[in-house]
């Protein structure tokens, strides 16, 4: 599809255990981010990479999160020894390039609704 | 102070009423704002992207900057019921980080027939 792509669409867990997120961002899109949408807090950015390298990770809850991007195209966002307040919706987005400067707006996927027992 | 500030609502209108939604925002280094529309269970939506004060319209939906006053808004004429949905403000700054989005908490509309 033409679209960010996100996959699974749902996961539920028990805690403690680790999860993997997808992403699959608009092809020829350089720029992809992480943001995670929680009740309480609203749309909260993650991490931010540009190719494969990732300029800001400022936005990582802890070291129980990490993020990767390979081929300059799909990302993962992993979740290590989840805890309940993990339970999110974790939202990808990208863009033509990095910036949302004129004419590069960030595109949503549909999110991961993530849930953890 | 929260960055962006946005009144959550709910909003209730009856079909063919004007909506108008609002954020304020504290900090003058940003300069890019959008307006997202979210349904329930999909991601956000672009509808409305500006740089500059002043209005900009795009059929049915006009979104207005103020930067002297920190103040935008988006207007929803002839509103209709598939315009029931979550609302965003989002907003970047210029120069550095000018890539990570600050959102509003939404305004949740419902368009009555």
């Known amino acids: 599809g033409a679209g960010v792509s996100q996959s699974p669409s749902n996961k539920v867990t028990e805690k403690g255990k680790d999860v993997e997120l997808r992403c699959d961002p608009i092809?020829?899109?350089?720029?992809l981010y992480w943001y995670r949408q929680s009740l309480g807090q609203g749309l909260e950015f993650l991490i931010y990479?540009?190719?494969?390298?990732?300029?800001?990770k400022s936005g990582l809850p802890s070291d129980r999160f990490s993020a990767e991007r390979t081929g300059g195209s799909v990302s993962t966002l992993t979740i290590q020894r989840t805890q309940q307040e993990d339970s999110a919706v974790y939202l990808c987005?990208?863009?033509?390039?990095?910036?949302?400067?004129?004419?590069?707006?960030?595109?949503f996927g549909d999110g991961t609704r993530l849930s953890i027992l | 102070q929260k960055e962006v500030e946005q009144d959550p609502g709910p909003l209730s209108v009856p079909e063919g009423a004007i909506v108008s939604l609002n954020c304020t925002y504290s900090?003058?280094?940003?300069?890019?704002f959008m307006w997202y529309r979210q349904y329930s269970r999909k991601g956000p939506e672009l509808l409305m992207y500006?740089?500059?004060?002043g209005n900009k319209e795009d059929g049915r939906f006009t979104a207005q900057v103020d930067k002297s006053s920190k103040y935008i808004s988006l207007f929803i004429r002839d509103s209709q019921p598939s315009d029931s949905a979550t609302y965003l403000c989002?907003?970047?700054?210029?120069?550095?980080?000018?890539?990570?989005?600050?959102f509003g908490k939404g305004t949740l509309l419902t368009v009555n027939p």
């Open positions: 987005a990208s863009s033509s390039r990095g910036g949302g400067g004129r004419g590069q707006p960030q595109h």
């Open positions: 092809s020829g899109h350089t720029a």
């Open positions: 990479f540009q190719g494969n390298s990732a300029p800001d």
């Open positions: 900090n003058s280094a940003f300069q890019y």
């Open positions: 500006t740089y500059s004060s």
């Open positions: 989002a907003i970047l700054k210029s120069g550095g980080s000018n890539y990570k989005l600050t």
